[in-house]
Protein backbone atom coordinates (compact mmCIF):
# COMPACT_ATOMS: atom_id res chain seq x y z
CA UNK A 1 0.00 0.00 0.00
CA UNK A 2 1.11 3.79 -0.37
CA UNK A 3 2.18 5.74 1.95
CA UNK A 4 0.98 9.46 1.40
CA UNK A 5 0.64 12.60 2.80
CA UNK A 6 -0.69 12.75 6.37
CA UNK A 7 -2.94 16.22 7.81
CA UNK A 8 -2.76 17.60 11.10
CA UNK A 9 -5.81 20.14 12.31
CA UNK A 10 -5.08 23.52 10.65
CA UNK A 11 -2.28 22.56 8.60
CA UNK A 12 -0.87 20.45 6.30
CA UNK A 13 2.40 18.31 6.73
CA UNK A 14 4.21 15.94 3.97
CA UNK A 15 5.85 13.21 4.78
CA UNK A 16 8.79 14.32 7.50
CA UNK A 17 9.73 12.81 10.36
CA UNK A 18 10.98 13.96 13.76
CA UNK A 19 10.50 12.71 17.09
CA UNK A 20 11.84 11.06 20.51
CA UNK A 21 14.43 8.76 21.06
CA UNK A 22 15.20 4.94 20.72
CA UNK A 23 17.02 3.35 23.41
CA UNK A 24 20.35 1.53 22.09
CA UNK A 25 20.78 -2.28 21.97
CA UNK A 26 23.88 -4.52 20.25
CA UNK A 27 21.11 -4.79 17.19
CA UNK A 28 18.23 -2.21 16.94
CA UNK A 29 15.55 -5.08 17.68
CA UNK A 30 12.31 -5.38 18.75
CA UNK A 31 9.16 -2.65 19.13
CA UNK A 32 9.95 1.03 18.48
CA UNK A 33 7.20 3.78 19.11
CA UNK A 34 7.96 7.38 17.91
CA UNK A 35 6.21 10.65 17.32
CA UNK A 36 6.24 12.57 13.96
CA UNK A 37 6.37 16.18 14.96
CA UNK A 38 5.81 18.81 12.56
CA UNK A 39 5.59 23.05 13.70
CA UNK A 40 4.19 22.11 16.62
CA UNK A 41 2.48 19.15 15.92
CA UNK A 42 2.61 15.53 16.23
CA UNK A 43 2.12 12.13 14.60
CA UNK A 44 2.64 8.86 16.10
CA UNK A 45 4.50 5.96 14.63
CA UNK A 46 5.51 2.50 15.66
CA UNK A 47 8.23 0.01 14.07
CA UNK A 48 9.52 -3.46 14.66
CA UNK A 49 12.59 -4.97 13.51
CA UNK A 50 13.77 -8.21 13.97
CA UNK A 51 15.55 -11.09 11.70
CA UNK A 52 15.35 -12.48 8.44
CA UNK A 53 17.85 -15.21 8.53
CA UNK A 54 21.69 -12.76 8.83
CA UNK A 55 19.61 -9.86 7.49
CA UNK A 56 17.45 -7.56 9.28
CA UNK A 57 13.46 -7.00 8.55
CA UNK A 58 11.38 -4.12 9.78
CA UNK A 59 7.50 -3.17 9.37
CA UNK A 60 6.50 0.47 9.97
CA UNK A 61 2.51 1.22 11.20
CA UNK A 62 1.19 5.02 10.55
CA UNK A 63 -2.03 4.20 11.79
CA UNK A 64 -3.42 7.64 10.30
CA UNK A 65 -2.81 6.66 6.99
CA UNK A 66 -4.33 3.36 7.67
CA UNK A 67 -1.36 1.74 7.17
CA UNK A 68 0.31 -1.46 9.70
CA UNK A 69 2.29 -3.59 9.16
CA UNK A 70 4.02 -1.71 5.86
CA UNK A 71 7.26 -3.85 4.90
CA UNK A 72 10.51 -1.97 5.09
CA UNK A 73 13.04 -2.54 2.44
CA UNK A 74 16.99 -1.98 2.74
CA UNK A 75 17.08 -2.69 6.92
CA UNK A 76 21.10 -2.41 7.72
CA UNK A 77 22.43 -1.48 11.32
CA UNK A 78 26.25 -0.18 10.72
CA UNK A 79 27.18 0.77 14.54
CA UNK A 80 25.79 3.52 14.79
CA UNK A 81 24.03 4.12 11.63
CA UNK A 82 20.46 2.80 11.86
CA UNK A 83 19.10 2.35 7.58
CA UNK A 84 15.52 1.32 6.61
CA UNK A 85 13.47 2.69 3.31
CA UNK A 86 9.54 2.31 2.63
CA UNK A 87 8.49 2.50 -0.79
CA UNK A 88 5.44 4.54 -1.97
CA UNK A 89 3.31 6.41 -4.23
CA UNK A 90 5.16 9.65 -3.51
CA UNK A 91 9.22 7.99 -4.02
CA UNK A 92 10.92 5.85 -1.88
CA UNK A 93 10.94 7.62 2.51
CA UNK A 94 14.63 6.88 3.78
CA UNK A 95 15.61 6.91 7.17
CA UNK A 96 19.37 7.39 8.24
CA UNK A 97 19.79 7.43 12.03
CA UNK A 98 22.63 7.40 14.57
CA UNK A 99 22.51 5.95 17.78
CA UNK A 100 23.83 8.13 20.76
CA UNK A 101 23.44 6.03 24.17
CA UNK A 102 19.93 5.61 24.51
CA UNK A 103 18.39 7.36 21.22
CA UNK A 104 18.66 6.87 17.67
CA UNK A 105 17.54 10.19 15.84
CA UNK A 106 18.34 11.14 12.22
CA UNK A 107 17.68 12.08 8.70
CA UNK A 108 14.48 11.34 6.64
CA UNK A 109 14.52 11.73 2.61
CA UNK A 110 11.53 11.35 -0.21
CA UNK A 111 12.10 13.32 -2.65
CA UNK A 112 13.16 16.41 -2.21
CA UNK A 113 11.47 16.74 1.19
CA UNK A 114 13.71 16.29 3.94
CA UNK A 115 13.12 15.65 8.00
CA UNK A 116 14.00 14.34 11.02
CA UNK A 117 12.76 10.73 12.77
CA UNK A 118 13.44 9.45 16.19
CA UNK A 119 12.23 6.21 17.78
CA UNK A 120 11.67 4.89 21.79
CA UNK A 121 12.50 1.36 22.42
CA UNK A 122 8.67 0.03 23.52
CA UNK A 123 7.70 -3.23 25.53
CA UNK A 124 7.48 -6.39 23.26
CA UNK A 125 4.62 -6.55 20.59
CA UNK A 126 1.30 -8.40 22.20
CA UNK A 127 -1.90 -8.74 20.81
CA UNK A 128 -4.39 -7.10 22.93
CA UNK A 129 -6.51 -10.02 23.27
CA UNK A 130 -6.28 -13.36 24.98
CA UNK A 131 -3.83 -16.27 23.81
CA UNK A 132 -5.44 -19.00 25.82
CA UNK A 133 -8.32 -21.12 24.09
CA UNK A 134 -11.55 -19.15 23.74
CA UNK A 135 -14.86 -20.85 24.65
CA UNK A 136 -16.42 -20.18 21.94
CA UNK A 137 -16.56 -20.23 17.72
CA UNK A 138 -14.91 -17.85 15.35
CA UNK A 139 -15.71 -17.70 12.09
CA UNK A 140 -14.09 -15.91 8.94
CA UNK A 141 -16.96 -14.41 6.86
CA UNK A 142 -17.61 -12.48 3.51
CA UNK A 143 -20.82 -10.42 2.64
CA UNK A 144 -21.68 -8.09 0.11
CA UNK A 145 -23.22 -4.28 -0.39
CA UNK A 146 -24.28 -4.43 -3.79
CA UNK A 147 -20.77 -5.06 -5.88
CA UNK A 148 -18.62 -4.97 -3.09
CA UNK A 149 -17.28 -7.31 -0.94
CA UNK A 150 -16.72 -6.98 2.10
CA UNK A 151 -14.79 -9.26 4.73
CA UNK A 152 -14.74 -9.55 8.76
CA UNK A 153 -15.04 -12.22 11.58
CA UNK A 154 -17.88 -13.42 13.10
CA UNK A 155 -17.54 -14.63 17.10
CA UNK A 156 -20.25 -16.62 18.18
CA UNK A 157 -21.03 -18.70 21.87
CA UNK A 158 -20.93 -22.12 21.57
CA UNK A 159 -24.28 -22.87 22.70
CA UNK A 160 -27.57 -21.37 22.95
CA UNK A 161 -28.40 -20.75 19.22
CA UNK A 162 -29.85 -18.78 17.47
CA UNK A 163 -28.07 -16.10 19.57
CA UNK A 164 -28.41 -12.23 19.78
CA UNK A 165 -25.52 -10.55 18.14
CA UNK A 166 -23.94 -6.77 17.64
CA UNK A 167 -22.39 -5.75 14.78
CA UNK A 168 -18.81 -3.04 14.91
CA UNK A 169 -19.05 -0.31 13.06
CA UNK A 170 -15.45 1.91 13.29
CA UNK A 171 -14.42 5.17 13.73
CA UNK A 172 -12.88 7.61 10.92
CA UNK A 173 -10.27 6.57 8.50
CA UNK A 174 -9.85 3.36 6.65
CA UNK A 175 -9.67 0.68 9.46
CA UNK A 176 -9.72 -2.88 10.25
CA UNK A 177 -12.12 -4.89 11.95
CA UNK A 178 -10.08 -4.67 14.78
CA UNK A 179 -9.94 -0.73 14.46
CA UNK A 180 -6.01 -1.25 15.50
CA UNK A 181 -4.43 1.89 16.57
CA UNK A 182 -0.60 1.12 17.68
CA UNK A 183 -0.97 -1.95 19.20
CA UNK A 184 -4.69 -1.64 20.44
CA UNK A 185 -7.33 -3.34 19.27
CA UNK A 186 -10.47 -2.09 20.72
CA UNK A 187 -12.96 -4.41 18.62
CA UNK A 188 -11.39 -7.69 19.28
CA UNK A 189 -11.44 -7.11 22.83
CA UNK A 190 -14.71 -5.77 22.87
CA UNK A 191 -15.64 -8.66 20.84
CA UNK A 192 -14.52 -11.33 23.00
CA UNK A 193 -15.95 -10.02 25.82
CA UNK A 194 -19.27 -10.07 24.70
CA UNK A 195 -19.07 -13.39 22.87
CA UNK A 196 -17.84 -15.06 26.21
CA UNK A 197 -21.08 -13.43 27.63
CA UNK A 198 -23.27 -15.39 25.34
CA UNK A 199 -23.31 -12.37 22.50
CA UNK A 200 -22.40 -13.16 18.48
CA UNK A 201 -20.32 -10.11 17.57
CA UNK A 202 -19.56 -9.41 13.68
CA UNK A 203 -16.49 -7.04 13.57
CA UNK A 204 -15.42 -6.01 9.26
CA UNK A 205 -12.68 -4.24 7.70
CA UNK A 206 -13.94 -1.29 6.02
CA UNK A 207 -14.50 -1.11 2.44
CA UNK A 208 -10.90 -0.96 0.26
CA UNK A 209 -9.36 -2.02 3.61
CA UNK A 210 -7.87 -5.27 4.95
CA UNK A 211 -9.74 -8.39 3.21
CA UNK A 212 -12.64 -5.88 2.14
CA UNK A 213 -12.95 -5.05 -1.96
CA UNK A 214 -13.73 -1.53 -2.76
CA UNK A 215 -12.67 2.02 -2.43
CA UNK A 216 -12.55 3.53 0.67
CA UNK A 217 -11.13 7.30 -0.88
CA UNK A 218 -14.48 8.63 -2.26
CA UNK A 219 -16.67 7.39 0.24
CA UNK A 220 -18.70 9.42 2.62
CA UNK A 221 -20.09 8.65 6.23
CA UNK A 222 -23.14 7.42 4.34
CA UNK A 223 -21.68 5.00 2.03
CA UNK A 224 -20.41 3.58 5.02
CA UNK A 225 -23.94 3.11 6.60
CA UNK A 226 -24.82 1.39 3.48
CA UNK A 227 -22.31 -1.18 4.43
CA UNK A 228 -22.68 -1.57 7.84
CA UNK A 229 -26.86 -2.35 6.55
CA UNK A 230 -25.33 -4.80 4.51
CA UNK A 231 -23.68 -6.45 7.30
CA UNK A 232 -27.24 -6.65 9.40
CA UNK A 233 -28.42 -8.04 6.29
CA UNK A 234 -25.90 -10.49 6.63
CA UNK A 235 -26.54 -11.38 10.06
CA UNK A 236 -30.35 -11.64 9.67
CA UNK A 237 -30.21 -14.62 7.07
CA UNK A 238 -27.92 -16.71 9.66
CA UNK A 239 -30.08 -19.22 11.41
CA UNK A 240 -27.66 -19.15 14.52
CA UNK A 241 -28.60 -15.48 14.68
CA UNK A 242 -31.91 -14.05 16.39
CA UNK A 243 -32.89 -11.75 14.00
CA UNK A 244 -35.13 -9.53 16.26
CA UNK A 245 -32.14 -9.31 18.45
CA UNK A 246 -29.20 -7.36 16.36
CA UNK A 247 -27.98 -4.40 17.46
CA UNK A 248 -24.82 -2.16 16.71
CA UNK A 249 -22.09 -0.61 18.28
CA UNK A 250 -20.47 2.51 16.46
CA UNK A 251 -17.16 4.05 17.94
CA UNK A 252 -16.81 8.12 17.19
CA UNK A 253 -18.06 8.13 13.00
CA UNK A 254 -19.44 4.61 14.27
CA UNK A 255 -21.44 6.63 16.35
CA UNK A 256 -22.73 8.18 13.66
CA UNK A 257 -23.44 5.79 11.64
CA UNK A 258 -25.32 3.54 13.54
CA UNK A 259 -28.06 5.89 14.11
CA UNK A 260 -28.29 6.18 10.93
CA UNK A 261 -28.97 2.32 9.83
CA UNK A 262 -31.17 2.26 13.27
CA UNK A 263 -33.46 5.67 11.69
CA UNK A 264 -34.14 3.54 8.44
CA UNK A 265 -35.05 -0.16 10.47
CA UNK A 266 -36.82 -1.70 12.49
CA UNK A 267 -34.48 -4.53 12.81
CA UNK A 268 -32.04 -2.97 14.70
CA UNK A 269 -32.78 -4.00 18.63
CA UNK A 270 -30.34 -1.31 20.34
CA UNK A 271 -26.90 0.70 19.38
CA UNK A 272 -24.33 1.29 21.81
CA UNK A 273 -22.58 4.79 21.01
CA UNK A 274 -19.07 5.20 22.14
CA UNK A 275 -18.07 8.51 21.67
CA UNK A 276 -20.73 9.21 19.24
CA UNK A 277 -21.03 12.99 17.91
CA UNK A 278 -24.45 15.20 18.79
CA UNK A 279 -23.37 17.97 16.79
CA UNK A 280 -22.77 19.60 13.10
CA UNK A 281 -19.86 17.81 11.87
CA UNK A 282 -18.51 21.51 10.66
CA UNK A 283 -18.79 22.54 14.52
CA UNK A 284 -17.57 18.85 15.66
CA UNK A 285 -14.08 19.58 13.48
CA UNK A 286 -13.83 23.10 15.22
CA UNK A 287 -14.11 21.78 18.76
CA UNK A 288 -11.66 19.18 17.76
CA UNK A 289 -8.82 21.80 16.61
CA UNK A 290 -9.54 23.84 20.05
CA UNK A 291 -9.72 20.72 22.25
CA UNK A 292 -6.37 19.09 20.87
CA UNK A 293 -4.41 22.59 20.62
CA UNK A 294 -5.30 23.37 24.52
CA UNK A 295 -4.67 19.23 25.43
CA UNK A 296 -1.13 20.13 23.64
CA UNK A 297 -0.18 23.14 25.62
CA UNK A 298 -0.25 25.76 22.32
CA UNK A 299 -0.91 29.44 23.06
CA UNK A 300 -4.19 31.27 22.73
CA UNK A 301 -3.30 33.31 19.44
CA UNK A 302 -2.05 29.68 17.92
CA UNK A 303 -5.33 28.78 19.07
CA UNK A 304 -7.22 31.30 17.26
CA UNK A 305 -5.64 31.65 13.88
CA UNK A 306 -6.49 27.45 13.57
CA UNK A 307 -9.99 28.54 14.38
CA UNK A 308 -10.32 31.11 12.01
CA UNK A 309 -8.47 28.74 9.26
CA UNK A 310 -11.49 26.21 9.69
CA UNK A 311 -13.81 29.03 9.67
CA UNK A 312 -12.74 30.19 6.04
CA UNK A 313 -11.94 26.82 4.93
CA UNK A 314 -15.52 25.33 5.84
CA UNK A 315 -17.50 28.50 4.28
CA UNK A 316 -15.30 27.63 1.30
CA UNK A 317 -16.03 24.19 0.47
CA UNK A 318 -19.73 25.23 1.32
CA UNK A 319 -20.04 28.33 -1.38
CA UNK A 320 -17.18 26.96 -4.10
CA UNK A 321 -15.84 30.56 -3.40
CA UNK A 322 -12.66 32.40 -1.16
CA UNK A 323 -10.49 29.06 -1.37
CA UNK A 324 -7.81 31.19 -2.93
CA UNK A 325 -7.94 33.33 0.79
CA UNK A 326 -8.05 29.95 2.44
CA UNK A 327 -4.89 28.98 0.28
CA UNK A 328 -3.17 32.58 1.20
CA UNK A 329 -3.91 32.06 4.86
CA UNK A 330 -2.54 28.86 4.93
CA UNK A 331 0.43 29.55 3.61
CA UNK A 332 0.37 32.71 6.17
CA UNK A 333 0.10 30.02 9.30
CA UNK A 334 2.37 27.25 8.05
CA UNK A 335 5.05 30.43 7.04
CA UNK A 336 4.87 31.75 10.58
CA UNK A 337 5.23 28.39 12.09
CA UNK A 338 8.36 27.85 10.20
CA UNK A 339 9.50 30.87 11.44
CA UNK A 340 9.74 29.24 15.12
CA UNK A 341 11.63 26.64 13.84
CA UNK A 342 15.25 26.01 14.95
CA UNK A 343 17.89 26.38 12.23
CA UNK A 344 18.47 22.99 12.28
CA UNK A 345 14.73 22.08 11.25
CA UNK A 346 14.53 24.59 8.67
CA UNK A 347 18.02 22.94 7.37
CA UNK A 348 16.18 19.45 7.68
CA UNK A 349 13.15 20.85 5.07
CA UNK A 350 15.35 22.39 2.98
CA UNK A 351 13.63 24.57 0.16
CA UNK A 352 10.36 25.95 2.23
CA UNK A 353 9.20 27.43 -0.88
CA UNK A 354 8.64 24.28 -2.62
CA UNK A 355 7.58 22.84 0.56
CA UNK A 356 4.73 25.50 1.57
CA UNK A 357 3.34 24.37 -1.75
CA UNK A 358 3.64 20.89 -1.23
CA UNK A 359 2.04 21.52 2.18
CA UNK A 360 -0.64 23.56 0.94
CA UNK A 361 -2.11 21.08 -2.09
CA UNK A 362 -2.15 18.39 0.38
CA UNK A 363 -4.62 20.25 2.99
CA UNK A 364 -6.98 21.64 0.35
CA UNK A 365 -7.05 18.46 -1.45
CA UNK A 366 -8.55 16.77 1.18
CA UNK A 367 -10.87 19.14 2.17
CA UNK A 368 -12.62 19.06 -1.41
CA UNK A 369 -12.12 15.16 -0.99
CA UNK A 370 -16.06 13.92 -0.72
CA UNK A 371 -15.73 13.11 2.88
CA UNK A 372 -15.00 16.39 3.81
CA UNK A 373 -17.47 18.10 1.83
CA UNK A 374 -20.63 15.72 3.03
CA UNK A 375 -19.12 15.54 6.73
CA UNK A 376 -19.41 19.69 7.30
CA UNK A 377 -22.81 19.82 6.88
CA UNK A 378 -23.72 16.07 8.88
CA UNK A 379 -26.14 17.23 11.39
CA UNK A 380 -26.53 14.07 13.42
CA UNK A 381 -29.80 14.50 15.18
CA UNK A 382 -31.50 14.63 11.56
CA UNK A 383 -31.07 10.87 12.79
CA UNK A 384 -31.00 10.15 16.11
CA UNK A 385 -34.51 11.86 16.11
CA UNK A 386 -35.82 8.70 14.28
CA UNK A 387 -33.86 6.22 16.67
CA UNK A 388 -36.81 4.61 18.36
CA UNK A 389 -34.61 1.35 20.19
CA UNK A 390 -32.80 1.49 23.44
CA UNK A 391 -29.57 3.36 23.08
CA UNK A 392 -26.25 3.42 25.18
CA UNK A 393 -24.45 6.67 24.94
CA UNK A 394 -21.00 6.55 26.38
CA UNK A 395 -17.75 9.20 26.96
CA UNK A 396 -14.62 9.95 27.86
CA UNK A 397 -14.27 13.10 29.91
CA UNK A 398 -10.76 13.38 28.41
CA UNK A 399 -12.02 13.05 24.89
CA UNK A 400 -10.57 15.71 23.06
CA UNK A 401 -11.92 14.35 19.46
CA UNK A 402 -15.07 14.27 20.40
CA UNK A 403 -15.68 16.48 23.73
CA UNK A 404 -17.97 15.33 26.00
CA UNK A 405 -20.27 17.65 27.36
CA UNK A 406 -21.52 19.11 23.34
CA UNK A 407 -21.97 15.88 22.21
CA UNK A 408 -23.94 14.58 25.12
CA UNK A 409 -26.03 17.61 25.07
CA UNK A 410 -26.89 17.13 21.56
CA UNK A 411 -27.17 13.33 21.75
CA UNK A 412 -29.73 13.69 24.38
CA UNK A 413 -31.50 16.57 22.98
CA UNK A 414 -32.38 14.78 19.71
CA UNK A 415 -33.49 11.50 21.36
CA UNK A 416 -35.79 13.76 23.75
CA UNK A 417 -37.03 15.52 20.63
CA UNK A 418 -37.84 11.98 18.53
CA UNK A 419 -40.00 11.02 21.82
CA UNK A 420 -37.15 7.97 22.70
CA UNK A 421 -36.76 7.90 26.47
CA UNK A 422 -35.00 4.36 26.28
CA UNK A 423 -31.28 5.81 26.51
CA UNK A 424 -28.25 5.39 29.53
CA UNK A 425 -25.69 7.96 29.44
CA UNK A 426 -22.28 7.71 30.80
CA UNK A 427 -19.33 9.33 31.10
CA UNK A 428 -15.69 7.74 32.31
CA UNK A 429 -13.52 9.88 33.84
CA UNK A 430 -9.52 10.33 32.64
CA UNK A 431 -10.94 8.35 29.43
CA UNK A 432 -10.05 9.56 26.36
CA UNK A 433 -11.14 8.88 22.88
CA UNK A 434 -10.10 5.73 23.17
CA UNK A 435 -11.39 4.88 26.67
CA UNK A 436 -7.86 4.35 27.99
CA UNK A 437 -6.89 6.12 30.97
CA UNK A 438 -5.33 9.45 29.92
CA UNK A 439 -3.75 12.50 31.42
CA UNK A 440 -4.33 15.48 28.87
CA UNK A 441 -6.73 13.43 26.35
CA UNK A 442 -4.20 14.13 23.62
CA UNK A 443 -3.57 11.64 20.71
CA UNK A 444 0.08 12.34 21.23
CA UNK A 445 -0.63 10.43 24.45
CA UNK A 446 -1.63 7.11 22.21
CA UNK A 447 1.23 5.57 21.34
CA UNK A 448 2.83 5.56 25.06
CA UNK A 449 -0.29 4.82 26.90
CA UNK A 450 -1.08 1.08 28.57
CA UNK A 451 -3.84 -0.77 26.43
CA UNK A 452 -6.47 -1.58 28.97
CA UNK A 453 -9.92 0.10 28.92
CA UNK A 454 -10.41 2.43 31.81
CA UNK A 455 -12.55 0.28 34.78
CA UNK A 456 -16.14 -0.54 34.40
CA UNK A 457 -15.95 -0.02 30.59
CA UNK A 458 -16.41 -3.46 29.28
CA UNK A 459 -18.75 -4.54 32.02
CA UNK A 460 -21.14 -1.39 31.53
CA UNK A 461 -21.44 -2.66 28.00
CA UNK A 462 -21.84 -6.41 28.42
CA UNK A 463 -24.15 -5.51 31.39
CA UNK A 464 -26.59 -3.19 29.44
CA UNK A 465 -26.67 -5.35 26.26
CA UNK A 466 -27.44 -8.54 28.00
CA UNK A 467 -30.44 -7.16 30.08
CA UNK A 468 -31.84 -5.65 26.95
CA UNK A 469 -31.54 -9.93 24.95
CA UNK A 470 -32.54 -11.67 27.88
CA UNK A 471 -28.74 -12.79 29.21
CA UNK A 472 -27.58 -12.95 32.32
Not at 18 to 25: D, E, F, I, K
Amino acid sequence: MSFSLFRIAGLAALAIFSGSVLHAQPEPLGHWDGAIRMMGQEMTIAVDIGHAGDSLRGTIDVPQQGGFGLKLQNVSYHPPTLHFELPSGLGTATFDGRRKGDSISGAFTQGEHRGSFGLKLGPPRKDSTPVVAVPYREEEVHFRNDTIALAGTLTLPRTGAPHPAVIMITGSGPQNRDEELFNFRPFRIIADRLTRDGIAVLRYDDRGTGESKGTFAGSTTADFATDARAALNFLKSRPDIDPKQIGFIGHSEGGIIAPMVAAESNDVAFIVLMAGTGVNGGELLKAQVLAILKSNGAPQTEIDQALQFQEKLQAAIRTGKGMDEVAASLRSNIAKSLGNLTPERLKAIGDTTHYLDQAIAGQLKFAETPWYRYFIDLDPAVALEKVKCPVLVLFGDLDVQVPAEMNKGGIVAALKKGGNSSYTVKTFPKANHLFLTAKTGSPSEYAMMKKEFVPEFLDTISSWISARVGKK
